[in-house]
């Protein structure tokens, strides 16, 4: 993180803009502190557990938003730290809800960190950790496993060439949108800027009115293109370069993404034909654009699609919920998490009629073993019990039900824009209380960290040898 200071700095530097200072300050700062703990800590490594697994993971995630807050509660943005905090949270868990208006008149650098933030979110702060701390790589597996939730089979036989694999994949498809989006006409810092956050499927822009400011056809098509890549499993792109082990469609998880993608943004596209007239290859662009913003929880926004119709707020909430593919980039309940369940619900009602067959489930070419579903299950219990609480407490807050409702499912599934006046798409999260902005990032958080993580290292029984 202090190494990634730097960048920012020397863009604000370039700039001749004065906020270099705040980042090299805060560079020096978190890089003295990393020498002396590192220093400090030095000699026997200990045992890895399961238990050490999960409180690393969260410690190190909260440590990281922190670290990230500081450039921007010491810049030229007026916030207060929840807001800083919230910002660095909403940046490193990929969501992208801001506090932050007038980015079109902000300093590069601190466009640039905001990015920044959302890139090395995108591949998780657990990955990078593991390819520069040796120590780790005891329980490397456990611990990837225990931010990304992706439990595919092992590609690689050693976790160093696992993550390392999976950051050469992240860095030439970033360099890849980069490049399309300055040949579709992006000045080569918002090409750079935006490429980094569709590519971690999070949404920041580098411009109020965010990817609609550039007005072309032709960045919305890349946009989806490059958001649906972002959203699909990792390891895909590992096994397209090795020998007879690339198979795209092995994983149903990713027919079912793709579909989900297609059959939201025809009905979308109908919809719009039929309501408000609107020419349909007009209506299908940008109704896909949007939609598979929200679904792969991009967050960008071409326009204000709650405007459109009620349908259209009716196919975006339901689409706030989905996400992508585990082991990808991004948030929400996740498309693998979505066929199991399927799978589950159609066995029951097989067992209604015929009470004594012998169902077995299988994901694809593999048989579901009952931890996986207990594992789904207590996602699903959690992530509604969360939402319920968050709405609750947000609501005792003083917000209407429909922005406390939303905002706690953005935050949850880590997509960015609500519903609403306050925090639609229109909108942001700057005039929120400090209150709501704590509630809204441990939200963010537990969405990220796919609730048990994080929720874990609340029983008392689990601190209990």
Not at 191 to 201: Q, R, S
Not at 236 to 244: D, E, G, H, K
Not at 363 to 369: A, F, H, L, R, T
Not at 381 to 391: I, K, R
Request: glycine letters at 10%; one cysteine or more.
């Amino acid at each position: 993180m202090a190494a990634a200071m730097i960048i920012p700095a020397l863009v604000d530097l370039a700039d001749e803009n004065e906020e270099w200072r705040v980042f090299v300050g805060a560079s020096l700062l978190v890089g003295m502190v990393s020498v002396l703990v590192a220093v400090a800590t030095r000699g026997e490594r200990p045992k890895f557990t399961q238990r050490l697994g999960f409180l690393l993971v969260t410690t190190v995630w909260l440590v990281a938003v922190v670290v990230g807050s500081l450039p921007i509660y010491f810049s030229e943005v007026n916030v207060t730290f929840a807001g800083a905090f919230f910002e660095s949270m909403s940046g490193l868990t990929t969501t992208g809800s801001t506090v932050i208006s007038g980015l079109d008149a902000l300093s590069p650098g601190i466009l640039m960190w905001r990015s920044l933030l959302q890139w090395l979110g995108g591949i998780g702060i657990v990955g990078m950790v593991l390819l520069i701390l040796p120590s780790l790589q005891a329980g490397g597996l456990a611990l990837f496993h225990m931010e990304s939730s992706d439990k595919s089979d092992k590609v690689l036989p050693r976790i160093n060439q696992l993550v390392g694999g999976l950051v050469t994949a992240y860095v030439v498809l970033t360099v890849m949108c980069a490049v399309t989006y300055t040949a579709l006409g992006m000045s080569f810092f918002d090409a750079v800027n935006h490429a980094m956050t569709t590519v971690a499927t999070a949404g920041f822009s580098t411009h109020d009115a965010s990817i609609g400011y550039f007005d072309d056809n032709r960045i919305l098509f890349a946009a989806i293109v490059f958001m649906i890549l972002g959203a699909l499993p990792f390891v895909i792109y590992i096994r397209a370069f090795l020998p007879r082990r690339f198979q795209l469609w092995r994983d149903p998880q990713i027919v079912v993404f793709l579909m989900i993608c297609l059959v939201l943004s025809l009905a979308m596209s109908v919809t719009r034909r039929v309501v408000n007239d609107t020419p349909f290859g007009e209506a299908l662009l940008s109704s896909a654009f949007n939609l598979v913003s929200i679904i792969t929880t991009t967050g960008y926004a071409s326009e204000d699609y709650t405007l459109w119709s009620n349908a259209a707020i009716g196919l975006f909430f339901l689409a706030t919920f989905l996400g992508g593919c585990a082991g990808s980039t991004s948030g929400g309940i996740k498309a693998n998490r979505l066929v199991i369940l399927y799978l589950l619900v159609r066995s029951s009602f097989r067992r209604l009629v015929r009470p004594h067959a012998v169902i077995r489930l299988k994901y694809g070419n593999d048989d579901i073993s009952p931890q996986t579903i207990q594992t789904v299950t207590i996602f699903f219990f959690l992530f509604f019990g969360a939402l319920l609480t968050g709405t609750v407490l947000l609501t005792m807050l003083g917000l209407d039900l429909v922005t406390a409702f939303t905002g706690s499912l953005t935050a949850l599934a880590n997509v960015g824009p609500a519903f609403g006046q306050i925090i639609g798409p229109a909108g942001n999260f700057g005039s929120l209380p400090d209150p709501v902005l704590w509630i809204l990032s441990v939200g963010m958080l537990l969405g990220r960290l796919e609730l048990v993580t994080v929720l874990i290292l609340l029983f008392p029984s689990v601190w209990l040898d």
